[in-house]
């Protein structure tokens, strides 16, 4: 968390959040009204802040790492546009630290060169699109960043991530897998394309997969730029 965000949370009259969030942040959560609601209520949620945001309250909705990266500022900026001009209320996006960007330090330096990021969640995505990215992602070259690796319900997608990208790419290329990024328990493992899912993978890791050109050294994972050392 950035001390922006700290402070706005802080500062705010109202919290809203999704409820495994919100438990993160309990010590900032004193003396403050608390909305939290559960997964696949996104639209409530955020439908509940714009509507305490019009009564003049400050707001503060707790998002993702970053709330522009697979977070709610979206969600919210497109329910804003739907009110009236005259009372719509002013949205503050507050800029934090990504799971990608925490991975990727936890890691070493694997982000180094261009990268795509890529969530296996089909709820709002259909799978046959989220691989074919995986496909075009694999076929340029990028390292790839995977939110949402695997749940209870989606065991196979990872597996077939792993058959995808190992058409174009070496079964040694660099895997590295964060848990729990900048948390409490974060932990760390650094395997292969071909062994990387017998590793412990659910919804709160992060998987990056390495290009043609990352490797492993001394423990640490690194993709060149193309230094000249």
Known sequence: MTPRARESIENADIIVGYNTYLELITELLVDKLVIGTGMMQEIERCQ??????????????????????????????????????????????????SAVGASAAVLGAPLMHDFAVISLSDLLTPWDVILKRVEMAAIGDFVIAIYNPKSKRRTSQIREVREMVMKYRSA????????HATRSGEDMKISNLKEFTFEFIDMFSLVIIGNSQTYV?????????????
């Open 48 to 97: 509940i802040a714009v509507d305490k945001a019009m009564t003049g309250k400050k707001v503060a909705v707790i998002s993702s790492g970053d709330p522009g990266i697979y977070g709610m500022a979206g969600l919210v900026l497109e329910l804003t546009m739907n009110c009236d001009p005259s009372n719509r209320p002013e949205v503050v996006i507050i800029p934090g630290i």
């Open 172 to 179: 040694t290329t660099p895997v590295g897998i964060v848990h």
């Open 217 to 229: 050294k001394d423990g640490r994972m690194i993709t060149p730029r193309g230094y000249k050392l």
